[in-house]
């Protein structure tokens, strides 16, 4: 059974950093895409962060873009977000999610591609 546990979730002022720790278990991380995703109170959940099995092709939405980064470490079966130069705007509660296959990979941070999810963690930036 596939399993996704979040940690790392916190409260930072603007400016900070947090990384987020996504373990999996029940499955192998290089052979499923991976995604970070958010959602806002009042705000769809969107897809921010994502990697092709192994980490080949790694993907980020614009509003993160050379803010985040996602890398794996498959011997401890943990995906992570690192988070930088956080903003206010990056308030919500953050999920990680897995997909066996991926329709098209321009739809990798969609998340109606995504078959499996965590319980999520809360990320709260303050000014």
């Known amino acids: 059974q596939v399993q996704l546990e979040e940690s790392g979730g916190g409260s930072v002022q603007t400016g900070g950093s947090l990384r987020l720790s996504c373990v999996t278990s029940?499955?192998?991380?290089?052979?499923?895409?991976m995604g970070w995703f958010r959602q806002a109170p009042g705000k769809e959940r969107e897809g921010i962060a994502a990697?092709?099995?192994?980490?080949?092709?790694?993907y980020f939405a614009a509003s993160v873009k050379g803010r985040f980064s996602i890398s794996v470490d498959n011997a401890k079966n943990t995906v992570y977000l690192q988070m930088n130069s956080l903003q206010p705007e990056d308030t919500a509660m953050y999920y990680c999610?897995?997909?066996?296959?991926?329709?098209?990979?321009?739809?990798?941070?969609?998340?109606?591609?995504?078959?499996?999810w965590g319980q999520g963690t809360q990320v709260t930036v303050s000014s």
């Open positions: 029940g499955y192998s991380d290089s052979a499923y895409y």
């Open positions: 999610a897995a997909a066996r296959s991926i329709s098209r990979d321009i739809w990798i941070l969609r998340t109606d591609e995504y078959q499996y």
């Open positions: 990697m092709t099995p192994g980490g080949g092709r790694l």
